[in-house]
Structures are given as C-alpha cells and as structure tokens.
C-alpha cells in the first residue's frame, strides 16, 4: 500500500477514473474508507486539504487532457 507523497501522486494520476480505480491502483483493493483516511492524512502532511478525491485534479491536468482532444480533432469539419 503507499503512503504519504507516492500515495498523492497516484491517486492523483487515477483521479479521472474515480476513486474505486485510484484505491486498487495504489494498493488498497477494495478498501475505499482506509484509502480515504491514508490519503486526506498523506495531504494533511504536506499541507494540502481535500474533500475528495477530484480535488487533487488540478486545472493543469484539464487543460493537458482538453489539449489532447484538439490534437485528434479534425482539421476542418469536412475532413476527418
């Protein structure tokens, strides 16, 4: 199970796909209320404060994944 920073930065990469996928890929299976207490304790440590896991979303993350979907977009709309 990870612990303190690793803890943050991967729940935080598994943010988007809800927090049963962050807790299972950080080593927590099913156990979503442990994770829960590890990870608002981990954000505690570091001087961060959350409610819930789409907290640790930050907007850099949005604009990266908005940027990826106007890279696939067609360039006009007749042409795909």
């Given at each position: 199970m990870l612990q303190?920073?690793?803890l943050i930065?991967?729940?935080k990469a598994n943010a988007r796909q809800?927090?049963?996928t962050a807790a299972q890929q950080s080593g927590y299976?099913?156990?979503i209320d442990l994770f829960k207490?590890?990870?608002i304790k981990a954000c505690e440590e570091i001087g961060v404060?959350?409610?819930e896991l789409e907290d640790l979303i930050t907007d850099q993350?949005?604009?990266k994944e908005k940027r990826k979907i106007m890279d696939i977009s067609p360039e006009t709309a007749t042409k795909l």
């Open positions: 303190g920073i690793e930065n991967c729940a809800g927090i049963i299976g099913q156990n207490e590890k990870l404060n959350i409610d993350q949005i604009a």
